[in-house]
């Protein structure tokens, strides 16, 4: 992977061609009427308070239980009612640079990519700090990709710390990820849960493995269970709802059996150094792709900035 001072610089030049300018990021642009956040995402998940579970115990007759489009839109879900947005249209770039690195032209993954050990249709979405808007990033990404109809979703939980999707979504108390990484007898596919997004369900990260989760998602058993998830399903793309890079070691322990990772930004507020020293952590993943958030629209056309960047 090339030095983390020369990627930054290679991401500084390429959203100044976008309408960002390098070095002097701008505050968040105001918020639409009706919607939790603005730009390509906030950390809408943060501010969401929806007490209990809204789920019977896991192993029920009603367990799968499918996810209603309300919950969802508490938990950060941005519903386009009006069309085509600026926030649909910054998705939209994303997704495609993500699409085509994951899957071939015949709509499957690679057939190198078991042979290379990081399967492209893997992805994890990431920040270095808390409170940048990835959990709003991965939701609502895995809803635009699974809406256009082409590859179904997994969105899986990977963030064992609060305000991740499975506390906005009120599914702490679902059997989940790291329920499965414990006991080796659960089956993931058993547990992931339906949502009204055709094409999309969530795995929760699961209950009471709380305070072992670090432990259990550097496991031999979770990287299993995530190829499992993406050689079993090679038309599915499957989203970790990943945890901030400086605030544990979860993401640098996954970052090698992910095939992408999508590192988001925040604008005016990440330092250059916090953004080095996390990518610093996760270049073992072979392609990265760095989104800026809360970029505020300088005038003009551009709808939205990303840089992708591929390691070696």
Known sequence: MPNAPHLIERAAARL?????VPGQLSPAPPIPAGAPGGGIGT???AAASLGASAFPPPHSASARETIGL????????MMDEAGRSRISEELWLVQRQILRTAFTAAGSIPASAELAGAYPNLLMVTSAR?????SFTALNLAASIARQGDHPVLL???DVKEHSISHGLGLTEVAGLLDCAADGALDPTRLDLPTDVAGLSILPIGRGQHTRGSDLLASRHVGRLLNGMARRHPERLVILDGAPCLATSDPAALAPL???ILFVVEAER???SHVEAALDLI???PAITLVLNKMQQAGGNAFGAYAPYYTS
């Open 16 to 20: 100044a061609a976008a309408g960002a």
């Open 258 to 260: 992910m095939g992408q």
């Open 43 to 45: 950390e809408a998940l």
């Open 156 to 158: 899986v939980d990977t």
């Open 283 to 285: 270049q073992e993943c």
């Open 270 to 272: 990440t330092q250059r």
């Open 70 to 77: 309300a919950l969802l839109q508490k938990a950060g879900l």
């Open 130 to 134: 808390p409170g940048e808007g990835k």
